[in-house]
């Protein structure tokens, strides 16, 4: 497949068969992910690869849980088809939770990649300060007025805060690109996929699973495998895109 194929053909699955996907697999899927663009060239992601056992445990232990606090947006998804207007509150619950457990609950035995990253700490912060500070009075140096340099430095100690926000963006894009990429490599390589960000509802507790320490933080998790090919997820989850407003400026 073409680049143009394979992202439009990458769909996100959650009825898997119950088809191994090899380490090597994954290994190359990986491969290609890690050249996904990332701030900085800082390729923030870490990854935690799952066996095909220790995947099905971590879907019995966090399925439920994990999406436990999505089911109000999906009840709020299914409220905004007209089909939903002339029902009742309790039709609309039982609904969704049909909803749920047919179409998505994760089906058959997909592999679990987890991606997370190491926290921000203030000891970067206290860096990215200092430096800023050593720059100020380097470029600060040939000004004679006090209150221009202390307005100056005002800006700095707000600037500060904001640039560290901004790092911390660029971390998070970074990671998106990452997981993307994921899928993209995994589509070319005939591998079904899902971005699943409900399990991070379950961090506290999936934490010690994975082996991660306190300054790690889940992002999170790709389930790869082989579609089973269901029916799609018909006013939730629909392969139909809009498109996209453009605001084309001739000059600023």
Known sequence: MTASETIRARASVRHFMNTPIPDSIVQAIIDDASWAPSAGNMQPWRVAVLSEK????????????GWESVLPSLRVALLSHASSHQKTSWE?????????????????????????????????????????????????????????KLAAFIQLALRSRRDYRVAQNAVKASLANFTYGLTLAAKQRGVDSCIQFSYNHAFPWLRK?????????????????VSSKPAGLEGVNSRNRRSVAIQWLPTL
């Open 54 to 65: 220790a995947s099905q445990q971590f879907r019995d232990r966090y399925e439920a849980l």
């Open 209 to 225: 699973d994975l082996k991660l320490s306190r300054k790690q933080k889940l992002f999170g998790v790709v389930l790869i495998g």
């Open 92 to 148: 609309v619950n039982q609904q969704v939770m049909q909803t749920y457990q047919q179409q998505v609950v994760v089906k058959g035995t997909p592999r679990v990649i987890a991606i997370y990253y190491d926290k921000p700490t203030l000891k970067e912060f206290n860096q990215l300060s200092l430096a800023a500070l050593s720059l100020f009075w380097h470029r600060m140096g040939a000004v004679k007025s006090p209150v221009k």
